[in-house]
């Protein structure tokens, strides 16, 4: 029998221990709260019709989250939100898919490292996936698209990895990571200023984070350089951060903290530089500058600053170039300070009539893999030449001529196709009196793109609500893309694969007429035509 104090006693305790019980109940939910509080967020316009429910049925990764968003947003009517009122979305709820950059620009060396350090040349239109390492060789230049239109561009000797490329919420906010090992970047970042668009460039020793602006930013051993050119940039390093508005730049060495800000020196006065030149080497007296310690100066073939044609640095008075084919050029040219920042850039054109010199090779750039049978080969205009002499060749002493054959243009499409393998060309230019010297020999390699598939024996059955797909293996070295169309609900890309085999199998999302489309795909990722077949997506009886 328990007498009435034992009773009491025994209430007591168990009280006690409910009483110390409860943190540990709570802690998840008060670790979700924090969690929500604490991670980045994307700030949402409210529309017309919007609903927290329904926002959190098309945007959240678990659609009975948006009650989170509720008590984060103090909304009291989860089902009426004030048309253009924001609301805090911490990113972690929302649903994310991988995004792609694009190549759009390419010239002199551009190329992917895999991952067992080889190098594969990069073409204009090539697709970037997250994890790609990116190099660019002296005298070149690489221009990449990302996923919210932010454009970066590799300056030559640079190296750059994309850590992060993510899209959230179908689109609605871009997040990208890049790495700069080496070298330098010019970024013009968010052109469209899309609220919650980040991008970020980290290098060994610091981090620059920015959401809408033009910046530069270099990597040299243990120094970073940050230049903002509009906008605002966050530099930071060792814990510590500052901001940089327009016209000023930072520094951080050996992972220390970034200096205060610095005013960027002006563009040099380019106004009384010598525009015509008529022997080498080309030779630019530089106008005193207060501030500047240095010149560095860039020639390009076009007035776009895409075809680089020669660099240099100057410490003096006098910025030269002793190699350069005759022709019309532009050189974009800014000052450095003490510190090494550099400011803002001068535009200056000029022409070059010398002599008949070796034009320069455009297309294909050295060790470039092209996939066109009979390719455009192309190259730089030179003045006083009135032709050229183009020769190629399936070796590099030109014993093995394929073609030789003067051209009046600066392009030449082959009249026949090549066979797979490697090839070298050479230019020289020819003029009424005389026939100038035979450009460096440039080679290429040509690699067919995959052929069609071969589904003559495919064989398509559809068990419940899910589609068994049995054809012929792929050739040796290539795999299938598979991508599915719902032509009863006239519904595109319903399922899409890469990396197949000849036995596979998907989910059916739609019943009805289907249209199954597949293509050869090559290590390199290059995709062949489509062989396309269509089958009956039965609903089970």
Same mark, same amino acid.
């Given at each position: 029998m328990i007498n009435h104090m034992d009773f009491k006693l025994l209430i007591m305790k168990r009280i006690m221990l409910f009483v110390l019980l409860i943190p540990q109940l709570c802690l998840p939910l008060f670790a979700a709260e924090n969690a929500s509080l604490n991670s980045p967020e994307w700030l949402y316009r409210v529309r017309p019709g919007d609903t927290l429910i329904h926002f959190g049925n098309r945007h959240l990764v678990n659609p009975d989250d948006w009650h989170i968003l509720q008590k984060l947003n103090l909304i009291k009517n989860p089902y009426r939100m004030p048309i253009g009122s924001k609301i805090r979305v911490p990113l972690h709820l929302l649903k994310q898919v991988p995004a792609q950059a694009e190549v759009i620009f390419a010239s002199g060396g551009a190329f992917i490292i895999n991952s067992d350090k080889s190098r594969q040349a990069i073409t204009v239109g090539q697709k970037l996936n997250v994890g790609a390492e990116l190099q660019t060789i002296a005298r070149s230049k690489l221009n990449?698209?990302?996923?919210?239109g932010s454009i970066v561009t590799m300056q030559p000797s640079s190296t750059l990895k994309l850590d992060t490329l993510s899209m959230y919420s179908g689109g609605g906010m871009v997040d990208t990571k890049l790495r700069l090992q080496q070298g330098g970047v010019e970024i013009e970042a968010n052109p469209a200023h899309t609220p919650g668009n980040s991008m970020q460039i980290f290098t060994p020793t610091a981090v620059a984070a920015v959401r809408g602006t033009s910046f530069r930013v270099s990597a040299e051993s243990q120094t970073v350089r940050q230049e903002t050119l509009s906008g605002q940039v966050a530099l930071a390093a060792a814990g510590q951060e500052v901001a940089i508005?327009?016209?000023y730049g930072s520094l951080s060495e050996d992972g220390n903290a970034p200096l205060p800000p610095v005013q960027l020196l002006a563009a040099p006065d380019v106004s009384k530089l010598n525009a015509q030149f008529e022997s080498l080497p080309v030779e630019f007296e530089l106008p005193a500058q207060k501030g500047a310690t240095a010149w560095v100066g860039s020639v390009f073939q076009d007035a776009q600053l895409n075809?680089?044609?020669a660099e240099?640095?100057?410490q003096s008075g006098q910025l030269t170039f002793v190699d350069l084919p005759d022709g019309q050029y532009t050189l974009k040219m800014r000052a450095k300070d003490s510190l090494g920042l550099e400011g803002f850039d001068a535009v200056h054109t000029f022409s070059l009539n010398a002599k008949p010199y070796a034009p320069a090779i455009v297309y294909p750039a050295a060790a470039e893999t092209i996939r066109e049978p009979m390719p455009t080969l192309r190259w730089g205009s030179v003045n006083q030449a009135s032709s050229y002499q183009l020769e190629l060749a399936n070796d590099t002493e030109f014993k093995q001529v394929v073609m030789a054959q003067q051209i009046v243009n600066t392009q030449f499409t082959l009249e026949n196709s090549l066979q797979p393998g490697r090839y070298f060309w050479r230019l020289a230019s020819? =003029?009424?009196?005389?026939?100038?010297?035979?450009?460096?020999i440039n080679h290429f390699v040509y690699k067919p793109k995959p052929p069609a598939p071969d589904i003559s024996q495919l064989v398509a059955r559809v068990i419940e609500n899910r589609v068994f797909i049995n054809t012929l293996n792929p050739p040796?070295?290539?795999f299938y893309e598979a991508t599915?169309? =719902?032509?009863?609900n006239h519904q595109k890309n319903v399922w899409q694969a890469v990396g197949l085999n000849g036995r596979f199998d998907f989910l059916l999302r739609e019943y009805g007429k289907q249209t199954l489309?597949?293509?050869l795909v090559d290590a390199e990722g290059v995709a062949g035509p489509e062989a396309v077949t269509e089958f009956d997506g039965l609903p089970p009886r």
């Open positions: 990449i698209r990302f996923a919210d508005d327009k016209g075809m680089l044609a240099n640095i100057s020819l =003029n009424e009196s005389e026939k100038g010297p035979y450009s460096a040796l070295g290539f599915l169309d =719902n032509e009863q489309r597949l293509r």
